[in-house]
């Protein structure tokens, strides 16, 4: 990986799934596993930044030389990445955050009882959105998975959350998204340019990303 390209750039990473608790011994989350969000606080690293990683439960170990905040549900997620959003340079939000929590967080554990049960959800804060409303130096990177339509949900996210980049999969391609340890994105810029990877580690996909995101300043 070319050294020190983000050398005196502060990076913020999330990661994860989020845990939207439905009582105090269950709760809601999403098949990410943390490994893409994780693999490009590694490489910011390597190449010289100053990271912090606001992360959801993952089994991953915390890289070194990362400084690791972590969050359970997507609020908490919010303030910890608002709290910090002023002082750091680039925003790269590979969470997988959940769109929906429980509207009530029971106090006592949901007994069983009825045949059926029905849990009433709310809508979380869309944070890139937010992150992307309040931009005013950062860099703002956002991730999606996706199973249809790439293209046109893409450009659209890029548009609607006001980002630099977005890192576009779809889970659905074998090789690709959840748990596996390799990748094939799409990266989508802002000026509407698209860009095809092929399949490769996620620790190389970071490595491509960041060295597209260290080039987007040299250009300007
Ligand atoms: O809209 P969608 O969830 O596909 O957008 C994906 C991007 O938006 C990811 O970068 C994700 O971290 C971010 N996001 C967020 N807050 C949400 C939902 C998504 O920050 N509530």
């Known amino acids: 990986a070319p050294k020190e390209i983000l050398k005196g750039k502060k990076v913020l990473v999330t990661a994860g ?48 030389g990362v400084r690791k905040i972590a969050v359970e549900s997507a ?25 929906y929590r429980p509207a009530q967080e029971q106090k006592q554990k949901i007994k069983k009882k009825d045949e059926t049960l029905s849990l009433e959800l709310v809508k979380n804060p869309d944070i890139l959105a937010e992150l992307g409303r309040h931009k005013k130096h950062q860099c703002l990177v956002g991730f999606a998975a996706e199973t249809h339509n790439l293209e046109k949900y893409a450009k ?16 659905t391609a074998p090789g690709a998204g959840f748990s596996v340890d390799t990748n094939i994105v799409t990266l989508f810029d802002k000026h509407g340019q698209r860009e095809d990877f092929p399949i490769m580690t996620k620790k190389e996909v970071a490595q491509e990303i960041w060295k597209r995101i260290a080039q987007s300043w040299h250009k300007q």
């Open 75 to 99: 609020q908490e997620m919010r303030e910890a990445v608002l709290d910090l959003y002023d002082n750091v340079d680039i925003v790269i939000k590979a969470a997988a955050v959940a769109d």
């Open 17 to 64: 799934g989020t845990r939207e608790a439905i009582d105090p011994v269950r709760y809601l989350t999403n098949r990410s596993s943390g490994k893409m969000g994780y693999a490009m606080a590694e490489t910011a690293v390597a190449m010289g930044a100053q990271v912090i990683l606001v992360s959801a439960p993952t089994n991953l170990q915390n890289p070194p």
């Open 156 to 171: 659209n996210k890029v548009f609607s959350k006001n980002l630099d980049f977005l890192v576009a999969n779809d889970v």
